[in-house]
């Protein structure tokens, strides 16, 4: 069967627009659409057209195009990306903004990621800020195991640390216990969904784990914030990503377990609050 041929009969056959057809097709044949086109001609394999089909079948049922195609760009960086990672999203680069002006003038900082996940935010802030000290912890050793291999895929230098939010950074794999480690910058995007939330079908096929907190969404940062503050240096800064509608709640719950830290609400593209800068 040519390419054109298959092409014109699942347009056809399949509820996904055609753009979506190519794009799976080219991810088949690790070709460009642009390809396709100018080879519309080509015979394909038997083996090519039953992963086709596969991959079709795939996305029919909500497997998004990140995990069809194995990675997701980020921060003008490819990433890794499979079903124990969260997808990255455009949302998630105002960290960077915000932590990149924090870093700016700055050098041989601490700095740590919380929940790491495909490891985007550190190595994005590695790859732009080279010279400070990078940590990064994930309750998932799958996970970790993907941020490894895009951290070497990037040549970034982090630490990589197996831990439930904080429980295990004060471990130094090398040497055995030691005091808790001190940071200048503390970087996480945790799990902030509600039960109601989780229904929407475009995050049914990913980690569960990654997102859901809870009956309101704050159970993972209302334990991270109750054990944070031993690990914060002096003028140090905590930046979180948040659903929109949590910016009131999360405030509360910093003011219980930082009274003295200064809370900003810094919004996104869409004048939605998505980050809090915590100034300790």
């Given at each position: 069967?040519?390419?054109?041929?298959?092409?014109?009969n699942?347009?056809?056959?399949?509820?996904l627009?055609?753009?979506?057809?190519?794009?799976?097709?080219?991810?088949?044949?690790?070709?460009?659409?642009?390809?396709?086109?100018?080879?519309?001609?080509?015979?394909?394999?038997i083996?090519?057209?039953?992963?086709?089909?596969?991959l079709?079948?795939?996305?029919?049922?909500?497997?998004?195009?990140?995990?069809?195609?194995?990675?997701?760009?980020?921060?003008?960086?490819?990433?890794?990306?499979?079903?124990?990672?969260?997808?990255?999203?455009s949302?998630?680069?105002l960290i960077?903004?915000?932590?990149?002006?924090?870093?700016?003038?700055?050098?041989?900082?601490?700095?740590?990621?919380?929940?790491?996940?495909?490891?985007?935010?550190?190595?994005?802030?590695?790859?732009?800020?080279?010279?400070?000290?990078?940590?990064?912890?994930?309750?998932?050793?799958?996970?970790?195991k993907?941020?490894?291999?895009?951290?070497?895929?990037?040549?970034t230098?982090?630490?990589?640390?197996?831990?439930?939010?904080?429980?295990?950074?004060s471990?130094?794999?090398?040497?055995?216990?030691?005091?808790?480690?001190?940071?200048?910058?503390?970087?996480?995007?945790?799990?902030?969904?509600t039960?109601?939330?989780?229904?929407?079908?475009?995050?049914?096929?990913?980690?569960?784990?990654?997102?859901?907190?809870?009956?309101?969404?704050?159970?993972?940062?209302?334990?991270?914030?109750?054990?944070i503050?031993?690990?914060?240096?002096?003028?140090?800064?905590?930046?979180?990503?948040?659903?929109?509608?949590?910016?009131?709640?999360?405030?509360?719950?910093?003011?219980?377990?930082?009274?003295?830290?200064?809370?900003?609400?810094?919004?996104?593209?869409?004048?939605?609050?998505?980050?809090?800068?915590?100034?300790?």
């Amino acid at each position: 069967m040519k390419v054109r041929e298959l092409l014109t009969n699942t347009y056809k056959s399949s509820p996904l627009l055609p753009a979506e057809i190519d794009s799976i097709l080219g991810i088949t044949l690790h070709k460009s659409k642009e390809y396709l086109y100018k080879k519309s001609d080509k015979n394909l394999t038997i083996s090519a057209i039953k992963k086709f089909k596969k991959l079709i079948i795939k996305r029919q049922t909500g497997w998004p195009m990140a995990y069809l195609r194995g990675w997701q760009e980020f921060y003008a960086l490819k990433f890794l990306v499979n079903k124990n990672t969260l997808i990255p999203r455009s949302d998630s680069e105002l960290i960077i903004d915000t932590s990149l002006e924090f870093l700016k003038n700055s050098k041989n900082l601490n700095i740590l990621d919380i929940g790491t996940g495909s490891g985007c935010l550190i190595i994005a802030l590695a790859k732009n800020k080279a010279n400070n000290n990078y940590t990064a912890c994930d309750i998932s050793k799958s996970a970790l195991k993907t941020a490894k291999t895009n951290a070497r895929k990037h040549k970034t230098k982090i630490n990589f640390v197996h831990s439930d939010l904080l429980n295990n950074i004060s471990l130094d794999p090398s040497s055995g216990p030691k005091p808790a480690q001190k940071f200048d910058l503390i970087i996480a995007n945790l799990p902030y969904l509600t039960p109601q939330q989780m229904k929407e079908p475009s995050i049914k096929k990913e980690p569960r784990s990654a997102l859901l907190s809870g009956k309101d969404g704050l159970d993972h940062y209302t334990k991270l914030l109750s054990t944070i503050k031993p690990f914060l240096a002096p003028k140090s800064c905590i930046l979180l990503e948040i659903d929109p509608e949590q910016s009131k709640q999360i405030k509360t719950i910093i003011k219980q377990y930082l009274p003295q830290a200064k809370i900003e609400i810094i919004q996104d593209l869409n004048k939605l609050d998505r980050l809090i800068k915590i100034t300790a």
